[in-house]
């Protein structure tokens, strides 16, 4: 049996393991420590100066953006709803609740007219303004910024930006993550770059940042004993991983580059055989995560995807929006169909950029294979 090819697999650039030993060989072995900071810089210089904070995870980073935007008990957060369970668990977390918003044809992402209408639908139906809305930029693929943050400033609701899927891609030349009020990234083992588990908070704002390193530490008051006047979290980044996080910053440009040249190299091969591809909008740099291609006919994906599991290559549906998730059958849901119709018809390729050409060339024969 040939090697498993996975859908998308940590890739080091070289000099992780050396920042790693230097961690060791200095006792930085902790939360705290030079390579944080020097990785907290390293995004920061990325992301056009903003402010980051390193955290353990991207939702844990979700989860501090709403409570520094002051989510409580029973608010409501307007979410999109094609997405990943990382994007609004944290919202169940506060006890406040989601309102889901469902996908355009044209990036996939959150439909602008959509959100519109849930707006005035919420205050209509409750009273009171969603408390803060949740835009994703799902595979990669920047969302319609423009028209989301003219609709959020209209009505005065703060923007998370969950970029966790888009580090590295372009919206008309700004980087995905400094739109919204507050961006977040992860940094888990199957993203565009990894340190194991990880994610990051980014704002315009430093005072917010340095609020989130505060609640990820515990929320420790300055004092020489152990002071606490509010609720903490252990949000905070280990050294070493952080670590692993500049190794994998240095290369960060070559892994966006080999992603969307494995999405070129499938879109040659397959286009003719009559298949669709993500879209992706004059101005927007997609940073092509994962490869998601649509077949035309109905649930003929899980076929495809149980004949290549045959063979040995993981490929993957696409995302089950979330309010057609048992757990978020009671949420409110702007819908209009379109990311069911993903759902149904979607598969996400083998897309990580340490696929070798021979690799592509195989799920490419196989993938024909399974379509016969
Ligand atoms: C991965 C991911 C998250 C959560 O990140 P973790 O670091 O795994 O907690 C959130 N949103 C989206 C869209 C993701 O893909």
Known sequence: MNERIYLSS???????????????????????????????????????????????????????????????????VLCASFTFSGSCNPIAYLGAKPVFVDSEPETWNMDPALLEEAIQDRIHKIGKKPKA?????????????????????????????DAAEALGALYKGQKCGTFGDFGILSFNGNKIITTSGGGALVSKNSEWIEKARFLATQARDSAPHYQHSEIGYNYRLSNICAGIGRGQLEVLEQRVHRRREIFAFYRQHLEKAGINFQPEQEGSYANRWLTCVLLEEKSRNEKVRLALEKVNIETRPLWKSMHLQPVFAKAPAYENGFSADLFSKGLCLPSGSNLTTKDLEFVIREFRDALD
Request: proline share 5%; glycine share 8%.
């Open 10 to 76: 940590p890739h080091m650039g070289g000099r992780e393991l050396e920042y790693v030993q230097e961690a060791f060989a200095t006792n930085w072995v902790a939360p705290a420590g030079p390579h944080l900071t020097a990785f907290e810089q390293g995004l920061s210089d990325y992301l056009h100066g903003y402010a980051v904070a390193a955290l353990s995870s991207g939702t844990a980073a979700i989860h501090l953006a709403l409570i520094i935007l002051g989510v409580k008990q029973n608010d409501e």
């Open 133 to 161: 809305i949740i835009v994703v930029h799902l595979y990669g693929m920047p969302a319609k910024m423009d028209e989301i943050m003219a609709i959020a400033r209209q009505h005065e609701i703060p923007v998370i930006e």
